[in-house]
């Protein structure tokens, strides 16, 4: 593919949104290591807000993605 990684120029909503969810969790769990074990508690809104996703369609992450322009994917509105 001519101009760029195989993959990342098809980068939508969906994939945007789960690339940053896990992002936020391996980030979190770093700094619970090295800072404070009390970083676990964005791992555990980070899932908890996945899990309201997956039942209601609702995805605050998704409509900033949507605002900054990423093509729609096919799970949230």
Known sequence: MPGGIEGVS???IDRAVLAFAGFMI???VVLAHFVSPWW??????AGL???????????PAAMVF?????QKGEAFR
């Open 49 to 59: 807000n996945m899990l309201q996703s997956a039942f209601t369609g609702f995805c």
């Open 66 to 70: 949507k605002a900054l322009g990423y």
């Open 26 to 28: 391996l980030v979190s």
């Open 10 to 12: 098809d980068m939508n």
């Open 40 to 45: 676990l508690l964005l791992t555990a809104f």
